[in-house]
Structures are given as C-alpha cells and as structure tokens.
C-alpha cells in the first residue's frame, strides 16, 4: 500500500510538473514576444517577429513575414511610424485582450485598441498571415477581438479584405512603405472609394491618380486583365454590412501576394517561383498611359492605340481647342448641342471603361428599360447602363454628373447610353435607316444573281485554289522543307490567307500603321475571334528580302519562351509575302528609354524586369532551345513589351542556328546596328554567343543610364557610353550613370551590380565575356563579380573609323576580307 501512494503521489508530481510546463509555454508564446524570439503559425507559413528592414537598418519593427522563405518578405508591420532603436522591445497581450507594444521602462508605442470584452484572450498566427486575438476556444472568425488583415500595410494577401466594414466604420486600404528601409506610410493609397458606387481607386496622398472602376459582376469596369485563372479566384461583396473586394488561391501551396508600389503607385500582383526561388511580376491592374485618372477631362475618352491617345465622345468637342492643340486635355471636352430635357433620348457607346461613379445612384433589381425611363424623368441624369453585366445584363447604374475618365477597351469593354439633344438622336435614326434602305437594296440587287452564280463561283474558287497551291509550292516558300536543309521535320506553321490579314488591319489602314524598318511597314490587326496581332509586310523596296523572311520563319518557328516574341504565322499570295506576330501594345524598349517623358513611365523595378527578361530569353536561345541561335541583331529597338511590360526578344531575320558542339562562325556580310556590334564581328565577320552578349552588356548600361551609347557625348571627354561606364566604375562613381529619372525608384545593390554585369558583357575579348548562363546567375545573386577589363569600341571615334572602313572596304574591290556591313534600322 505504501509503495502505491508513492506511485500515485509521483505520477501526481509528474502530471503537475507537465502542466506549469504546458502553461509556461503558452504565456511565453501568447503573452511575451521579445526581441529574440517570435511565432511561427500552426502551419510553418508565417513568423511573427521583431525584424530590421533590408537586415541592415538600426531601427526594428514588429512585423509579419513568410517563413521558409529566403531574406524577408514582410507582408505585415504594427509600429510602422514608430521605430523602435534597441532591443527592448516586447509584445504583450492583456487581460483585456489588447496587443500591447512596449519599450524600454514600459513606454507604449503601439497597440491594438481593442474594446470588445473578453475572457482568457489570447493572440494567435495563422497560417494564412492573419495575427488575431480571441477568447480562447473560440475559434469563430466573427468573433475575433482584433485581427491584424483589418489593419494591412503595403501587403494585400488570400483571405483579405479590402473595403469597408459599414457596422464598424472600419475602412480597409494599403498604403506603401515609404522607402525600401522604412516602412512608415508612404505617398499612395489603394482602397474601394464608397461614395456613389463603389470602385477601386489609388490615391496619391488625397488625389485620385488611378480608378480600377466599378465592379460590373465580372470584374472591375477598368480593368479588363482580371479574368478567371488557374490561379486564383476573386469577388467583390456589396451588402449592407459590408462591402470589399477579395480573392482565394485555388491552390492552397502557390504562394501569391498582391501590393502598392510607392513610387508610381502601381497595385501588382507576385507569385512565388520555387525554381528560381525568387518572386514574379504576375500582373498588373494598371495597363498604361489612359490609366490616368481624369487624362481626357469631362466627356473624353481615351485610347492608347489612337494618336494623340484622347478624343471627344461622339456629340461633344474640346472645350478649349488651343489647349488641346497643345496636348493639354485637362479641359475636357463639351456638347455640340446642349440639351433642352423635353424630347432628348441616348447614344449607346460601346467598348468603354465606365466613367467615375462617386456622383452617381444605383439599384440592383431594376432592368436596362426601367433604368432608361428612370433617367429620361429626371434632367439631371446624364447617363445609365447596367449595373451587372452577367447573363444579358441587370441593375440599374446612373450618373447625375459629368462623365470623367473614360476610355475605350479592345476587350471586356462595356456598353453605356449618354443623354443627347433630340437633334442628335434623330441624326442617329436618320443613318440607322438609310443604313437598312441600303441593306434591303444590296440584297434584292444580289441574292438572284448571287444564287446564279453560286455554281460558277464554287468551281472557280476550286481552280483558284489549286493555282495557289501549286504557285506556292513552285515559289519554294510554302514547302516547309526548304527552310530547314534536314527535311526530315516540317515546321507546324499556319498559313493566312491574304483577305485575312487585309480585313484584320483595315486593308492596311494608315491609322493602323505602327512602323516602319528595313524588312517593310508593320500594321496593328485585329483578328475576328479578337486576337491583336502585329503584320510585318515585305516591301518591295525592303533592304531584306526572300533569305531574311525564311531565315526568321525557320529561327523563331518553334520557339517558345515567355521573352520570345511569339511568331503566330505567315501569309504568301502572290508578290505578298508577311508574317503575323502577336501584338505587344507597348511598342518597343528603344520608345521608353530614349524619349523624356516616356522614360519616366519606366522605372527602376520595370527596368531591372527587363533586363532579366532579356537575359533569361537569350540563355534560352543560346543553350535551351533546339538550335543554338545567335541572333547577331539585339538592340533596344528590337526588344518589345507586352501589357505587363515584360520583355519580348523579336526580329530573328538575321540569326544564325548552331548544331553539335559548333562555337563560332564567320560571315563576309556583316549586318546589325552600330553601337551593339562586338568589336570581332564588326572587323572580322566572327559571330559566336558571345556577340550576343556584348550587344546585351550595351543593352544593360543604356537602360541604367537611358543614353543611347551610339551618339553619347560628355563635355569632359569624347568616349562613348561604355568608355564613360567603365570610367566611372574604376573611380567608384557608377551611380552617376543612373538615369536622373529614375529619382529615388531604384534599388542602389541592383543598379550598380547591373551595371557591373554590363561592363563584364562589352569587354574588348570574346574569353573575357561571361556566357548567358553566368550573366542570369550573377543578376540573381549577390557574390563577388570579377573586375571588367577595357570595353571594345569605348570612344565614339571607333565607331566613325568603323564604318568609314567598313564602307570604304565596302566599295574597294583589294579589300583584305570582303567585309560588308549593312546597317538597319530599328524595325
């Protein structure tokens, strides 16, 4: 019996012993947070800690960060005002169930603020990111204390709402970091503005610079880029408790991250690249420069493909001409014909991001017509359409003031009527039925003999064709073998027909007309399935001929990189002969850097995008694709960029395919642009892959610098760019070479080991020069790099002896090599 009470009492101590110990560690974890501890959430995605922004700033903050990834990706800071300057700091919770920031002897400098009451409150993290704190036990989200995704910083993450809590009076916005080392409040702003109706706006300290627009069912009215994904999903809530916007990853082990950037106040969306070990730009609500808020002023519109970019709507005129003449358009636009109230009716305009609606009155359960009639009674409605475009359409959206911010959308625009004087609705029905009367005389003057001549037509069409055929297959174009000399594997290349391509551009509108270079013009088109391609036309007078459109057929066919520009197809007839690309809307590298005010779309991030872009499509060309290719024409000019301005390499009309363990080559007819071409195949017709990166280390220093190295002069000294970088590296004053528009956007580690990079790439000796693969590994890392040896051709006197050689060897019949050298321009 004695030794059983002994048992008994042991175990008694032991099950104690394990209880404090449980206990303590509970306190320790949701009571005291010190500067050398934190706490990870249940599923080891999130940390809760103290931390110092960039690992190098004195100041800490307590904040919230992803877990197992490398460095810091802070998605959430409580004392973002207040930094705290030592190691004093603690997180503690209340009875009250308040998160409690203290410093030194007790001084607070930040807490929750929480007034519920409460019982045994503790403060948990997560696993979605989210630090709440809670009765303990209940785990019903509704009845959280506190909750850290009602107070989010710069970091919009699943599961988040951003909008308003009408019952509480709680707004939920982001506001940026205001440096990369201090995470205080900065400039911008993203939130749902509530007057009116709601819309997604950004707002630089209180001025409205962008409006994502209002929520059609679908998505936000500007916004046509947020479609259904493999990624994601997305919603926006509107009720009377609440309204917000928010989305949901599909797949709970992608990790993606949405935030405002304070130096242009651009909201984009990150996903986490696991190969890379890196995040990537995924998107951008933001497209271009018609995101402007108010660009057009009242009654404009705006279209990014038309020049000047704004234009009144139908009816309406500038308001101050000589201001628009002066591509001022802040005066916006008025009506040609002022409305009376009795007898006005509405123009449909269609395809159009729906004006800003903080004037403006909805209801979800009227239809179109009651929302016409609704407004008709009233003279002070200007407009109305469709509150929810879903399944043909409800709701009931009206403006009572002037129409602002309006553009026109190749896709997922909408359809809004604007109130109109009654002469301009009786000059709409008077076309309307002129337009029928034509109609019904088209089709009694042809349906008969149409019918008549259907047969006829039919076996003409049949003969056409087989004429076709064989006028291809005699040109040699069409046979797919003749572009590869194996003819064992045919390109899977479409063909498209001539009356195609001609409806596509508008019969090759002027207004469609996007350039012009030495392979010919090049016209915007636009399929009937809405696809947007770019044709570039053979001219007859082009500088290339039949070789360089097979060559750029045959190279870029059945490459498929995300930094390739995508060759969609080709159209031969006749004397015609183009190739039909996708469609890059914003035009090419060479268009941003070089223009003053262009120049200051692009800034550091987009640069440095871009330059990593441009190096990973190159690695693939050089090492992963099926051929090794050189392209030997890279310049500025030939890197395009799509909507998220990612670049796209394009124009492979003069590359060269390597196969087996082949290097290098030599040519008698040396073609590209002077101030890119490396120094051994601008004197001796070799190319080899590293050509192709000399012409990408020019590339690299002149979007650091945003100077062409063709034509660069300094009034201390007549080198050219790569001379003046080389300098200014060996005296340690690389920073002077940073475009002075990119202020204060630019990560200084990045801009000067870019810049080391480039120098390495233009060095005067090809084994000198990295290969692609290195270049791709040192932009990404953040090692020692090798000092850069002497640039070839650093002074602009090189390049003038050059060509004058060139084209003196060029019409000398003695010259010692035969070297020709044609220069064409960017196309």
């Known amino acids: 019996m ?67 990834l490398p460095g810091q990706t802070v998605v959430w800071v409580a004392n973002r005002e207040i930094p705290i300057t030592d190691s004093s700091g603690v997180l503690r919770i209340s009875d009250q169930g308040m998160l409690v920031l203290t410093v030194g002897n007790g001084s607070i400098i930040w807490s929750s603020n929480s007034t519920r009451a409460s019982r045994n409150p503790i403060a948990q993290l997560l696993d ?11 785990d019903n989200p509704e009845n959280y204390l506190w909750q850290s995704f009602d107070y989010p910083t710069d970091t919009f993450l699943p599961g988040m709402k951003l909008g308003w809590n009408r019952e509480k009076g709680l707004g939920r916005y982001l506001t940026p970091w205001k440096t990369s080392d201090n995470p205080a409040r900065g400039n911008f702003s993203c939130g749902v503005d509530a007057a009116g109706y709601p819309q997604l706006v950004v707002r630089k300290n209180s001025k409205l610079v962008f409006r994502a627009g209002s929520w059609n069912g679908l998505r936000f009215s500007g916004a046509p880029g947020l479609k259904p994904n493999s990624i994601y999903t997305f919603g926006f809530v509107l009720n009377e408790k609440e309204l917000y916007y ?11 991250r949405s935030m405002i950037n304070n130096v242009n106040g651009l909201f984009q969306r990150f996903l986490w690249n696991e190969q890379t070990r890196e995040w990537r730009l995924y998107s951008t609500v933001q497209m271009d420069n018609c995101d402007q808020y108010a660009l057009c002023g009242s009654y404009g519109s705006c279209n990014i493909n038309n020049s000047p970019t704004c234009s009144c709507l139908e009816g309406f005129e500038p308001k101050v001409p000589k201001e628009w003449d002066t591509v001022d358009w802040s005066s916006g636009c008025v009506r040609k ?41 009233n003279c002070s409605c200007i407009a109305y359409t469709n509150l929810d475009i879903r399944g043909g359409g409800s709701g009931c959206l009206i403006w009572y003031d002037d129409l602002l911010d309006t553009r026109h959308l190749d896709e997922n625009g909408q359809d809004i009527y604007i109130r109109m004087a009654a002469s301009e609705i009786a000059f709409d029905e008077n076309m309307k039925t002129k337009s029928k009367s034509n109609k019904t005389r088209i089709i009694l003057s042809t349906v008969l003999p149409a019918g008549m001549l259907l047969l006829g037509l039919t076996m003409l069409v049949c003969l056409w064709k087989k004429k076709q055929q064989k006028h291809r297959i005699k040109t040699g174009i069409v046979d797919r073998n003749a572009y590869d000399n194996t003819k064992e594997e045919e390109l899977e290349l479409p063909l498209f027909d001539f009356n195609t391509i001609a409806s596509a551009t508008d019969n090759f509108s002027i207004n469609n007309k996007l350039g012009e270079g030495g392979f010919g013009p090049v016209f915007k088109g636009t399929l009937k399935d809405g696809q947007e391609i770019a044709v570039k036309r053979l001219s007859k007078n082009s500088n290339q001929g039949l070789n360089e459109f097979k060559n750029e057929v045959m190279h870029i066919a059945k490459l498929q990189h995300r930094n390739l520009v995508k060759l969609l197809g080709c159209c031969i007839e006749s004397e015609e002969k183009m190739l039909v690309y996708e469609f890059m809307p914003n035009t090419s590298l060479d268009c941003f850097l070089f223009d003053e005010k262009q120049s200051k779309l692009l800034d550091w991030p987009a640069r440095y995008q871009i330059i990593n872009g441009i190096a990973r499509g190159l690695l693939y060309l050089h090492q992963d694709s099926r051929l090794r290719i050189i392209h030997r024409d890279l310049k500025a000019g030939n890197m395009l960029l799509d909507y998220e301005m990612n670049p796209k390499i394009s124009d492979f009309g003069l590359a060269r395919s390597f196969g087996g363990n082949e290097t290098e080559a030599n ?144 019409h000398t019949a003695s010259s010692t090599n035969g070297l020709t050298i044609t220069v064409l321009d960017a196309r």
């Open 667 to 810: 040519t008698n007819k040396v073609v590209g642009t002077y101030g890119y071409m490396s120094p051994e195949y601008a004197i001796e017709g070799i190319y080899s892959v590293k050509s192709d990166v000399f012409s990408f280390g020019v590339i690299v220093l002149e979007i650091v610098s945003g100077k062409r190295n063709r034509g660069f002069s300094h009034e201390d000294h007549d080198l050219n760019l790569l001379g003046h970088a080389w300098q200014l590296h060996k005296e340690g004053r690389s920073i002077e070479l940073i475009d002075t528009s990119l202020r204060n956007s630019y990560n200084l580690s990045e801009v000067l080991r870019s810049v080391h990079v480039g120098l390495l790439c233009v060095q005067g000796s090809i084994e000198d020069r990295p290969s692609m693969s290195a270049v791709v590994y040192m932009l990404g890392s953040e090692g020692a790099l090798p000092e850069p040896k002497l640039p070839g051709f650093f002074t602009e006197r090189d390049l003038i002896e050059l060509e004058a050689n060139s084209t003196t060897r060029k």
């Open 246 to 256: 928010h989305y949901e990853l599909r797949n709970s082990s992608l990790l993606s």
């Open 2 to 68: 004695e030794r059983l009470c002994k048992f008994l009492t042991f175990c008694f101590y032991l099950l104690l012993i394990t209880a404090i110990s449980t206990v303590a560690d509970t306190l320790n974890i949701t009571r005291s947070i010190r500067d050398d501890d934190g706490l990870v959430s249940a599923g080891g995605s999130f940390r809760l800690g103290f931390f110092s922004p960039l690992g190098t700033s004195k100041n800490k903050y307590l904040g919230i960060w992803y877990n197992n």
């Open 128 to 138: 979605s990111g989210n630090l709440v704190v809670k009765n303990e036990g209940d």
């Open 337 to 377: 014909i002022p409305l009376n109230c009795a007898g006005d009716g509405f123009r449909r305009y269609s395809a159009v991001k729906l004006p800003d609606t903080q004037k403006s009155w909805y209801n979800k359960s009227m239809n179109l017509e009651e929302c016409r009639t609704m407004c008709l009674k």
